[in-house]
């Protein structure tokens, strides 16, 4: 029989999922969680963070190569979107977007067909402005034409950005391509990227997206890891089936960060239900970085859904502790050292809502070494560093 918080998360869970359903007027009777879109944060990969500009095709080809050969696809890696930069400098005569004809020679279908032969997903971006932030045509009252085309190809995901908006409500920008999207009838995961300028959380999930940015741009630095961090405090309210918060994409891999620094990153993305989107080169990837973006029992907590992304629960100078109601009654905890020198962190069952039971079990993530405890868990934090455990009552 399920326990009581069991039988909660359950009806939580179905709750929010008939929620996400009403929300995006579709009759709840027609969704469920497995037809739903992003039902789980979405994981995959994107251009930016380590390409920019220089993408072509060559390079998504090999990406999602790579993404199969890695094992990143074997542990629910799907997406591979390419982000600004891949289209011509101008319309075609009708006025459609097209892509670059060097670097995108062969044009998106086949780029789709391609990914899509290995099981995999593509994503593409655009922007709610009259131009995107790298002065390429964006879709800002060409919503209608533009979805149509990205349908047509076979495009499964639209990033969609804020640059260049005219000033222009934004609402009815991201409103009027959530239209076109739909009106195409494929399901097409929707990317609100308007940096979290206007509340997202509030209206992301109406408005008919799946992800909303929280926050600018991240980069491959610790202390803007860090400083996104802090600006999610709060923001596990919106998160729920069909519809997550977004600190933006990751950057482990991408080498201006210790090892600890992206384990603690990774670590922390996982528990606050983030979409996990690599944002490093597949396909010269490391061992260690590949173990941390496929290390599976993180990637467990990333896709489960209790009820309630990953949230603050305590604040010291140092050391921070996080944590995340699992859908069996165990919780998921972060343990983090965000200071210069290596510090003890501990925290109680009691501390972290746990039922009383005088005995746990808890499993690190990392080293995944399990272990009892009556009640306080402990770790040896290096520091810029995280531990992460999964803690379940006996
Ligand atoms: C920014 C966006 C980044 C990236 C970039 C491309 O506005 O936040 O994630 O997409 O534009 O120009």
Not at 76 to 81: F, L
Not at 91 to 102: F, K, V
Not at 218 to 237: A, H, N, P, T, Y
Request: glycine letters at 8%; aromatic letters at 8%; hydrophobic letters at 40%.
């Amino acid at each position: 029989m399920p326990s009581r918080h069991g039988l909660h998360s359950a009806f939580a869970l179905l709750a929010t999922v008939l929620a996400a359903a009403c929300s995006q007027g579709t009759a709840p009777s027609a969704t469920s969680p497995k037809t739903m879109l992003a039902a789980t944060p979405p994981m995959g990969w994107n251009s930016w963070n380590k390409f920019g500009c220089k993408i072509d095709e060559n390079l998504i080809h090999e990406t999602a190569d790579a993404m199969v050969k890695s094992g990143m696809k074997a542990v629910g890696y799907q997406y591979i979107n390419i982000d600004d930069c891949w289209m011509a400098k101008t319309r075609d005569a009708r006025g459609n977007l097209q892509a670059d004809p060097t670097r995108f020679e062969h044009g998106i279908k086949a780029l789709a067909d391609y990914v899509h032969s290995k099981g995999l997903k593509l994503g593409i971006y655009s922007s709610a402005g009259t131009a995107t932030c790298e002065k390429y045509p964006a879709s800002l009252d060409h919503e209608i034409a533009d979805a149509n085309a990205f349908a047509a190809w076979g495009v499964d995901y639209l990033k969609y950005d804020n640059c260049n908006n005219q000033k222009r409500p934004f609402f009815a920008r991201y409103d009027a391509m959530a239209k076109a999207l739909r009106a195409t009838g494929r399901p097409i995961v929707y990317s609100i990227c308007e940096w979290g300028e206007n509340n997202p959380g509030e209206w992301g999930r109406r408005v008919g997206g799946q992800l909303w940015r929280t926050t600018g741009d991240i980069s491959d630095r610790w202390s803007s890891m860090i400083s996104i961090l802090d600006k999610q405090v709060g923001l596990e309210k919106y998160a729920g089936p069909g519809g997550w918060n977004d600190p933006d994409m990751l950057e482990v891999g991408n080498g201006r960060m210790t090892y600890d620094e992206y384990v603690a990153h990774f670590s922390l993305w996982a528990l606050l239900n983030a979409p996990l989107i690599a944002g490093n080169d597949l396909r010269t990837m490391s061992d260690s970085t590949r173990s941390i973006l496929t290390n599976k029992d993180v990637i467990a907590v990333n896709q489960d859904w209790g009820g309630m992304q990953g949230a603050r629960i305590r604040k010291d100078t140092d050391t921070q502790v996080w944590a995340k109601p699992m859908r069996d009654g165990s919780k998921a905890v972060v343990l983090l050292n965000r200071g210069e020198r290596p510090a003890t962190i501990t925290v109680t069952a009691t501390e972290l809502g746990m039922r009383a039971s005088g005995s746990y079990a808890v499993r690190d993530l990392w080293t995944k070494v399990s272990t009892t405890t009556p009640d306080r868990i402990t770790a040896q934090v290096p520091k810029h560093g995280a531990a992460m455990f999964i803690v379940r009552a006996k």
